[in-house]
């Protein structure tokens, strides 16, 4: 099977809530979204839900949020603001990062969680 990012949003939730064996109707109700609305989204028809709701549906599904979140073509809530406190630094770092593959990334986010203990 192909992986979800792979997929179109709608596609990959669907399947991925068929496989968790959810209801569309139920899936819906713990999203606080409505069956109609949900139905629409998987079908790709609408644009997905806000990314509180993707981490929701995300949290449903036990499966990583920021991965849905960035399949719906959103950004996590936590990072504008993330972003505004550094508006340089951030970014830069960021572009720095970019074309990295999973391991280095993993490396980096720890010497950064290191130096962030270290200069409490």
Same mark, same amino acid.
């Given at each position: 099977? %192909?992986?979800?990012?792979?997929? !179109?949003?709608?596609? *990959?939730?669907?399947e ?11 899936? %819906? ?5 409505? !069956? ?11 644009? !997905?839900?806000? %990314? ?9 599904? *036990?499966d ?16 504008p ?9 951030? !970014?830069?770092?960021?572009? %720095? ?14 010497? *950064? ?8």
């Open positions: 099977m %192909a992986r979800k990012k792979d997929k !179109p949003f709608g596609q *990959a939730l669907r991925k809530r068929i496989e968790k064996g959810i209801s569309l109707r139920k899936f %819906a109700e713990q999203v606080g979204i409505s !069956p109609t609305y949900l139905s629409q989204v998987e079908q790709g028809n609408v644009d !997905p839900p806000t %990314a509180d709701r993707v981490k929701r549906m995300a949290e449903i599904l *036990a990583n949020a920021d991965e849905w979140i960035a399949l719906a073509g959103r950004v996590p809530e936590d990072l603001e993330i972003i505004q406190r550094q508006p340089t630094g951030v !970014p830069d770092l960021l572009r %720095a990062v970019k074309g990295m593959n999973a391991d280095q990334l993993r490396k980096l986010r720890e010497n *950064a969680e290191r130096m962030k203990k270290e200069g409490k």
